[in-house]
């Protein structure tokens, strides 16, 4: 592995995604490339390259009538250690074939069978290994974001038994 898909897959790690808007290259969030903006500043033009390729490849290899391949690559994340419920990708990707005239899996257990085909791991309680709704995963990455201070003191607990007095300076 060169230093440019070194460079891309530590972005990726850290949930970064990257883009290429005309000839700008665009990471999301930035803070995922904090510490790398100079290797990434000297490292442009290979990844700018390796990401082109990338989607080219993505193009070719997702023929219009793979409804699971084209929709995973518009509305999934990839992203270790996470986990995707069954039931909301399925409603997800059934609205999404009804939106672009493709045809849905029957049912939830074809769904998963499908995506055990492509090589998640499916739990038995419902769970897919590393794949979820991009939606899901912004939301969790703004859950996980630094708390807003709400400008309200914190109430003073009380002792077991007594009720907390607030004392007025």
Known sequence: MNEAEE?????ESRGGRLTI???????????????LVDSLRTYKPEIVALLQSRTEQETESAPENDALGLWM?????????CFGGVGALFLDLARWCADHGQTAPESRRAFAAELQAEGFAVTTDGLVYGLLLGEDWEACERAHAAPVDSGTPAQPRAAKGRVAERRRP
């Open 7 to 11: 460079l891309i897959r530590i972005v």
């Open 73 to 81: 690559l518009e509305r999934c994340v990839y992203r270790d250690r």
């Open 21 to 35: 808007e005309g000839s700008k290259l665009v990471i999301e969030p930035e803070e995922a490339a904090l510490p």
